[in-house]
């Protein structure tokens, strides 16, 4: 099973839902701003994109600009943002078994497929 951390109303998310859905994948869609991930989903969802916390904070957010720009968090810190302020969270991230894309642009999807 494909899992997506998918914002619908975010355009590139919708595109790599519909490449998955597509190639008759099964999928599992996880709207994160509602379900929003634990700090230990965040770690398990990093080791298999292979990234820090803060490659996949989005640094455009008004709730970045206004709470983060400028500061020198630990990880442990930006995990921590992320669960506070799931809006931070790069979109969309396609996990398949153990290996993970931000599928910008929505074609990297097939990167682990």
Known sequence: MITIYHNNRCGKSRSALCILEE??????????????????????ILK?????????IRTKEAVYLEKYKGKNLSDEQWLQAM?????????PIVINGNKAVVARP???????L
Not at 48 to 56: E, R
Not at 106 to 112: C, D, G, L, R, S
């Open 23 to 44: 190639q008759g994948k099964k999928i599992k869609t996880v709207e994160y701003l509602k379900d929003v991930p634990t700090v230990e989903e965040l770690k398990s």
């Open 48 to 56: 298999k994109l292979k990234m820090k916390p803060h490659d996949i």
């Open 83 to 91: 669960h506070e302020n799931p809006i931070l969270i790069e979109r």
């Open 106 to 112: 929505p074609e990297k999807v097939n990167e682990i």
